[in-house]
C-alpha cells in the first residue's frame, strides 16, 4: 500500500466515522454516545492494525497518544508503556524535523534508524491535526519500511558507476601509447580497487618457463604497505588449487581464507601468512592462455563480491588481457627494429643511442667492453653457418648471464659484441670481463672451444669523447686477440683433431705413424725446419674436412653411390677452407687441397699433374696410402707390408711421385 494513500485512508477514515457518528446522533438520540464510541473505535482498530505501516498519533506537546500494532512490534513496547511519552523516546534522532513548524502542510522525508547492527531505512510522513483547520492539536506519523526498495537502488546505482567506471577506464586503454599501460595499469587497480573497498589489489603473471608468478602491478589502501618487492615472484606450487581453476577461465572468489577446503591447503597456508580474510582471482588471458591473474583482497574484514562484481572484474581482466596483448606486440614490433634477430641481443644502432643517453655525468664512471669471437670463420667452413650461429647464440647467452640487468649488451657486427656499463669502475668492467672469459674457457659443450677476445675502457670525465673510449676498447680487445692468437690456435687445431679422430677411422694411431713416416722422408729429402713443421700439421690434418661430411656416408661399409663418391671429393676443398682461416694453419692449406692429387694428373680437385702437386702433399699421399692398406679399415681388412710395397710400386708415376715411392721403399726395407 503506498504509503500517501495510507495517510489519506486515515484521514478519509476520521472524515467517514464523523459522517457516521452525526447520522447516528440524528437518528438515535436516546442513547447514541456509547453506540457511536464503540463503532468507532472497533472500526478505527481493525483498520489501522492491518496497515503494515508504522502509525503513532501525537499531541500538540509532541507526546505518544497512540501506536498501530505494526509500531508496537517495531519498538516492541505495548501501547500502554508509551502513552504519554515523548516521540523523542522512540526517534531519538529526529526532534528537528517533529519541531520544524509543521502546521497545516504535510511533511515527507527519508530516515533511518539503527537497532543493533541492523540498520533500517524508511520514508516518514507527518501530517497535522488542526481543530478547525487553524489550532494544531497533534500530529499524525506515518513511517514505512523502504529498505529493501533502498538497498535495490543502492545495488543498481553502484552497479550503474562500476559500469560507468569500466567503460571508462576501457576506452582509456585503447587510446593508450605502450609506455603509458604500466601507469594505466597502476591507475586502474587503484579506481577499481578504492570502488570495490578492497584492500589491495594487483596484478601477477607468469614468468616464462610457467614455474612462478610475477606480481607485476599493485595498489595498496591507505594504511596498508605495498608487498610488490617482498612478493615479487611466487613459486606456482602455492596457488595450485587457485591456478587450476583459473585454468579452465572462471574466476575463484575466496569469501573466508580460513573455511577454505582441505584441498586447498598450499593456498590457505600462503593467505593466512599474509593476513587475507577473502580474496578474488580474475583470470588474465592471452592469446587463448592463462598468462595470469587480476586479485583484490581484503585483510581488515571478510568482504563479499556479489555475481554482479564478479562480472564486471572478469570485463576488467579481459580489458588488462587486451591491453597486455597489444602492449607485447607492439614491444615485439619495436624490438625488431631495435634488436639482432639471430642473438636477441640489441643491435648496433640501438647501442650507439644508448651510448649518447647514458653519456652523462650521473652514469659516471662509464665503462665499454667490446669483445670478438675467436674462430667463427673456421666453424663456419668446417661445420656450416647454423654451427657458427650456434656459438654466436651461446656466447651471447654467457654475456649476458654475465652482465647486469641494468648494462646493456649488443651484437656490435658480425662477430663482435660490445656491452655498455653505467656507472661503473675499470676494476669492475675488467672483473665482468674475465668473468665472460672464464665462463667460454669452462664450457666444453661445443665442437670448437668458446672463446672470445675482449677490451673494456672507462670514461671518467664529461668532456673525453665517448668515441675515443669505444675505441680504446676496441684497440684493447686487438690487442688480446694477437697475445692470444697462439693459444687459440693451439686449442682450435687440437679440437680439429678430436673432431676429426671422433668422426671417421682417423686414429690418433694413424696420425702418430703418418708423422713418423712423413718425417724420416722429408729428413732423408733433407727438407727444410718449416717444411717438417709442415709435415707434422698436414700428418694430422690433411683429412680434416670429412668433418663436414655426413657420418652415414663417411663410415659406410658398402661401396659409395657416384652421389656419395662426389661428396667425400669434397673434403679436399672444405678442408682447405678450414686451414686457410686460420692463420697458424694457413701454410698447409695449399696441401691439404693438394692431398689427392695425382702424378699422372687423373686426381681431384684441380687435376694437378707431377711437380705442381706440392711436395709435402705428395709425401703424405704415399705414406697416408702405405699406412691404410697395412691397417684394417671398415671397408677393408689390412695386406701384408710386402703387398702394400709392390701396390705402392705399382702406382708410381701414376697415382705417387716415383722418386719418392723409391726413396720411401729404400726406407721400408731399412
Not at 506515518?142 to 576506452?171: A, C, G, M, P, W
Amino acid at each position: 500500500m503506498d504509503l500517501q494513500y495510507s495517510s489519506y485512508i486515515i484521514i478519509l477514515f476520521l472524515g467517514i466515522s464523523a459522517l457516521v457518528a452525526s447520522y447516528l446522533l440524528i437518528r438515535n438520540k436516546k442513547n447514541p454516545g456509547f453506540k457511536i464510541e464503540l463503532l468507532i473505535n472497533n472500526a478505527w482498530e481493525t483498520i489501522i492494525n492491518n496497515i503494515r505501516d508504522f502509525i503513532i498519533v501525537l499531541d500538540n506537546k509532541n507526546q505518544i497518544l497512540y501506536l498501530n500494532q505494526a509500531a508496537r512490534n517495531m519498538f516492541k513496547y505495548h501501547s500502554e508503556d508509551l502513552i504519554g511519552k515523548p516521540i523523542t523516546d522512540i526517534l531519538i534522532d529526529y526532534y528537528d524535523y517533529l519541531n520544524s513548524g509543521i502546521k497545516n502542510a504535510e511533511f515527507k522525508t527519508d530516515i533511518i534508524i539503527k537497532k543493533k547492527d541492523e540498520i533500517k531505512y524508511y520514508n516518514m510522513i507527518i501530517n497535522p491535526i488542526t481543530y478547525r483547520n487553524k489550532k494544531l492539536t497533534g500530529k499524525i506519523i506515518v513511517l514505512r519500511d523502504i529498505t529493501k526498495q533502498t538497498h535495490i537502488n543502492e545495488s543498481l546505482n553502484y552497479r550503474i558507476k562500476f559500469e560507468n567506471l569500466i567503460t571508462t577506464l576501457s576506452t582509456k586503454f585503447i587510446k593508450l601509447l605502450p609506455d603509458e599501460m604500466d601507469s594505466e595499469m597502476n591507475y586502474t587497480l587503484k579506481e577499481v580497487g578504492k570502488f570495490t573497498g578492497s584492500d589491495r589489489s594487483f596484478i601477477y603473471l607468469f614468468n616464462d618457463n610457467r614455474l612462478m608468478v610475477k606480481k607485476t602491478h599493485e595498489w595498496s589502501a591507505k594504511g596498508f604497505k605495498s608487498r610488490i618487492k617482498k612478493l615479487e615472484e611466487i613459486n606456482v606450487k602455492k596457488l595450485s588449487w587457485c591456478l587450476k581453476k583459473l585454468e579452465s577461465f572462471e574466476p575463484v572468489y575466496i569469501q573466508d581464507v580460513s573455511k577454505l577446503k582441505p584441498e586447498a591447503k598450499n593456498e590457505k597456508k600462503f593467505l593466512v601468512s599474509q593476513r587475507i580474510k577473502s580474496i578474488i582471482f580474475i583470470p588474465i588471458i592471452c592469446g587463448g592462455i592463462l598468462a595470469g591473474f587480476l586479485g583484490f583482497e581484503s585483510i581488515k574484514t571478510k568482504k563479499i563480491w556479489t555475481k554482479n562484481d564478479i562480472t564486471l572484474l572478469k570485463l576488467l581482466g579481459e580489458i588488462l588481457a587486451n591491453a597486455l596483448e597489444r602492449k607485447e606486440a607492439e614491444k615485439e614490433i619495436k624490438d625488431l627494429s631495435l634488436k639482432d634477430n639471430l642473438t636477441g641481443l640489441y643491435n648496433r644502432a640501438y647501442f650507439e643511442e644508448e651510448i649518447k643517453r647514458l653519456n652523462t655525468k650521473r652514469q659516471f664512471p662509464l665503462s665499454i667492453i667490446m669483445g670478438d669471437v675467436n674462430s667463427l670463420k673456421v666453424i663456419n667452413d668446417t661445420f656450416g653457418p647454423r654451427e657458427g650461429d650456434k656459438l654466436l647464440k651461446k656466447i651471447a647467452r654467457i654475456i649476458k648471464s654475465c652482465c647486469r640487468e641494468e648494462d646493456i649488451v649488443a651484437r656490435w657486427g658480425g662477430d663482435e659484441f660490445s656491452i655498455l656499463l653505467p656507472k661503473t669502475t675499470e676494476d669492475d668492467a675488467e672483473e665482468i670481463l674475465n668473468r665472460i672469459r672464464d665462463v667460454c674457457f669452462k664450457t666444453s659443450d661445443q665442437k670448437i672451444p668458446v672463446s672470445i677476445s675482449l677490451g673494456t675502457s672507462t670514461k671518467k670525465n664529461y668532456d673525453y669523447d665517448i668515441k675515443m673510449t669505444v675505441k680504446e676498447a676496441e684497440d684493447w680487445m686487438y690487442r688480446r686477440k694477437l697475445l692470444e692468437i697462439r693459444s687459440i690456435s693451439s686449442s682450435i687445431i687440437s679440437s680439429l683433431e678430436r673432431t676429426l679422430q671422433e668422426k671417421s677411422y682417423e686414429t690418433e694411431e694413424h696420425a702418430s705413424r703418418l708423422k713418423d713416416m712423413a718425417l724420416v722422408l722429408g729428413k732423408s729429402l733433407k727438407l727444410s725446419e718449416n717444411k717438417l713443421n709442415e709435415l707434422i700439421l698436414l700428418s694430422a690434418l690433411h683429412d680434416i674436412g670429412k668433418i663436414a661430411i655426413p657420418d652415414d656416408i663417411l663410415m659406410k661399409k658398402g661401396k659409395l653411390t657416384r652421389k656419395e663418391w662426389g661428396i667425400v671429393k669434397r673434403h679436399p676443398e672444405i678442408g682447405f677452407n678450414i686451414t686457410a682461416s686460420s692463420p697458424q694453419l694457413v701454410p698447409i692449406a695449399d696441401a691439404v687441397l693438394s692431398h689427392h692429387e695425382w702424378w699422372d694428373g687423373s686426381g681431384y680437385p684441380r687435376g694437378l699433374k707431377g711437380e705442381d702437386i706440392p711436395l709435402v702433399s705428395r709425401i703424405i699421399s704415399i705414406v697416408d696410402s702405405y699406412d691404410v692398406m697395412t691397417h684394417n679399415r671398415c671397408y677393408q681388412k689390412a695386406i701384408s707390408k710386402k703387398k702394400a710395397m709392390k701396390e705402392l710400386e705399382r702406382y708410381a708415376g701414376i697415382q705417387f711421385d716415383p722418386s719418392l715411392v723409391k726413396i720411401f721403399l729404400q726406407i721400408l726395407n731399412g
